[in-house]
């Protein structure tokens, strides 16, 4: 019988779940410039998008309409039928048209 002292536990669990944590996606100048071209026809034409961003070490998926780009706080206001998300730009790792 394995006996496992309850600190050694925590730390077994926290090292495991960094192990399991994904690492945040860099995107190139190429990347961004695509990016800005889709986010500036996307707001002239009330186009669908879906974003694809990493928060807590995690990557998440929200589609919507971008209602609003703020320079000045660097994010990216994207508006569904359920709720306002507040991207920053650092957190978007990829973007496209949900109809494709």
Known sequence: MRMILPEHREAWLKHQEKAQRKKKAMLDQQQWE????????????????????WADHDFY?????????????????????????YL???QITDTRRTND
């Open 88 to 90: 920053w730009f650092g």
């Open 34 to 53: 695509a990016l800005e071209w889709l986010l500036g026809e996307a707001l002239r034409e009330n186009i669908e998008l879906t974003f694809i961003y």
């Open 61 to 85: 998926e929200v589609a919507g309409c971008c209602h609003d780009i703020n320079h000045v706080q660097k994010q990216c206001h994207v508006k569904n039928e359920e709720d306002i998300y």
